[in-house]
C-alpha cells in the first residue's frame, strides 16, 4: 500500500467508525485492527484521534455533499438553486442522520479542548458562502444574514428528528417543503 492509500484508508476507515458508532466509542487501535497496521502508522499522519475525527468528518462530509452540489450548480434561476439547496441539505440529512452527530460530537471535543478546527471551519464557511451567494442571486436584503438563519435551521434539522416522539414522522419531502416555503423568497 502506497503511503496516499494509507492516509485515505485510515481517514476513510475511521469515517466508517466514527459514523457507526460515535466519537467516544471508536479508538485509535479499532481503527488499526480493522485495516491490519500500526499505531505508528495512524500518528504518522495525525497528532492526535481528534485531528483524525476532524479530517474523516471533512472528507466525508465533502463526498456525501459533493453530488448534491452539482445538483445545485445545474439548477436555473436562483430560486431554483436555492430549493435545490434546501432539498440537498435535508436528504443528505435524512440519509445520513449520524453524520450531524458526529459533527456535533466533534464540535463538542473541539471546545472542550478550547480548539477549533481549521479545515472544518473553512468547510462550514463555504457552506454558509453558498448560501449567501444564493441569496444575494435572489435579490434579497441582508443576504449573510438570511443564510445564517437557514443554516441553523437545517442544523437544527437532527432536533427536530431525534426529538419528535409523535406518531406521524414527518419525511423528507414534507421537512423540504417546509422549509422552502420560509425560505425562499
Known amino acids: 500500500m502506497t ?8 481517514v476513510n476507515e475511521s469515517f466508517r467508525q466514527f459514523i457507526e458508532r460515535s466519537y467516544h466509542k471508536v479508538s485509535i487501535d479499532s481503527i488499526c485492527s480493522e485495516l491490519g497496521i500500526s499505531k505508528g502508522a495512524v500518528f504518522h ?3 492526535s484521534k481528534y485531528d483524525l475525527a476532524c479530517e474523516s468528518l471533512l472528507q466525508g462530509f465533502n463526498k456525501l455533499w459533493s453530488p448534491h452540489l ?4 445545474s439548477k436555473g434561476t436562483p430560486q431554483e438553486k436555492l430549493t435545490q439547496f434546501i432539498r440537498s441539505s435535508v436528504q443528505m ?11 456535533y460530537e ?11 478546527n481549521g479545515e472544518w471551519l473553512k468547510s ?6 453558498l448560501a449567501t451567494k444564493l441569496y444575494e442571486e435572489c435579490g434579497v ?11 441553523a ?26 422549509l422552502v416555503e420560509m425560505f425562499v423568497p
Request: net charge negative; charged share 30%.
Open 3 to 10: 503511503e496516499p492509500d494509507t492516509k485515505e484508508n485510515i
Open 45 to 47: 499522519y495525525f497528532n
Open 70 to 73: 452539482k445538483q445545485i450548480i
Open 93 to 103: 440529512f435524512m440519509e445520513h442522520p449520524t453524520l450531524r452527530r458526529f459533527s
Open 106 to 116: 466533534i464540535y463538542e471535543e473541539g471546545a472542550s479542548r478550547m480548539q477549533r
Open 124 to 129: 462550514y464557511k463555504e457552506h454558509m458562502s
Open 141 to 151: 436584503t441582508n443576504p449573510e444574514g438570511k443564510a445564517r438563519i437557514l443554516i
Open 153 to 178: 435551521s437545517l442544523e437544527g434539522l437532527s432536533f427536530l428528528f431525534f426529538s419528535d416522539r409523535s406518531e406521524k414522522q414527518r419525511d423528507a419531502d414534507q421537512i423540504s417543503n417546509d
